[in-house]
Antibody, heavy 118, light 112 residues
């Protein structure tokens, strides 16, 4: 069974940084493209970014609102996906989900809440 | 970016009655390989989203057959043949044909 467990969320001041992790199990992580998707409270879903598997070049793509501030990475030896978030803004406040990617998000974790507030 | 527009945004339904949600894209979702990468997700209260339908009309494993997807090009529909109490929540369409992938605004399904 696919399991995705996000961690690392919390309260951070505007301009601050946070690193999210997503521990994956139940599937071949190194063979899977992965996404980060976020959802502000009471709002819809917003794709944040994607990382391809290494044999596909490990290419990383970002949504415009986070490009230049967020960095996605993966450690296939640890079956873990990361999201480094810098220069955080109040509008980045959301639940962040990691998802498996196959022409859209397939399996989802429970999410981790990031709150950016002074 | 491709804009996904859902209607209605709120859908009160009677238990046992059918429900239908429309999703329209600002561009055709037919990919160069001939596939149409249109997905539907369900998000129950307090839960993570769950994919119900992929490539317009294919149900994911474990999804009840009362859920069905249809459509082509830019117009798509999710139908619930007989709404049950566990179907309450938000439903989102999402396109993965064009980069970046984009979601509809969501439709809230509630029981009358």
């Amino acid at each position: 069974e696919v399991q995705l467990v996000e961690s690392g969320g919390g309260l951070v001041k505007p301009g601050g940084s946070l690193r999210l992790s997503c521990a994956a199990s139940g599937f071949t992580f190194s063979n899977t493209w992965m996404n980060w998707v976020r959802q502000a409270s009471g709002k819809g879903l917003e794709w944040v970014g994607r990382i391809k598997r290494k044999i596909d070049g490990g290419t990383i793509d970002y949504a415009a609102p986070v490009k230049g501030r967020f960095t996605i990475s993966r450690d296939d030896s640890k079956n873990t996906l990361y999201l480094q978030m810098n220069s955080l803004k109040t509008e980045d406040t959301a639940v962040y989900y990691c998802t498996t990617e196959n022409w859209g998000s397939v399996s989802w974790g429970r999410g981790t809440l990031v709150t950016v507030s002074s | 970016d491709v804009v996904m527009t859902q209607s209605p945004l709120s859908l009160p339904v009677t238990l046992g009655q059918p429900a239908s949600i429309s999703c329209r894209s600002s561009q055709s979702l037919v990919y160069s390989d001939g596939n149409t990468y249109l997905n539907w997700f369900q998000q129950r209260p307090g839960q993570s989203p769950r994919r119900l339908i992929y490539k317009v009309s294919n149900r994911d494993s474990g999804v009840p057959d009362r859920f069905s997807g249809s459509g082509s090009g830019t117009d798509f529909t999710l139908k619930i043949s007989r709404v049950e109490a566990e179907d309450v929540g938000f439903y989102y369409c999402m396109q993965a044909t064009h980069w970046p992938q984009t979601f509809g605004q969501g439709t809230k399904v509630e029981i009358k």
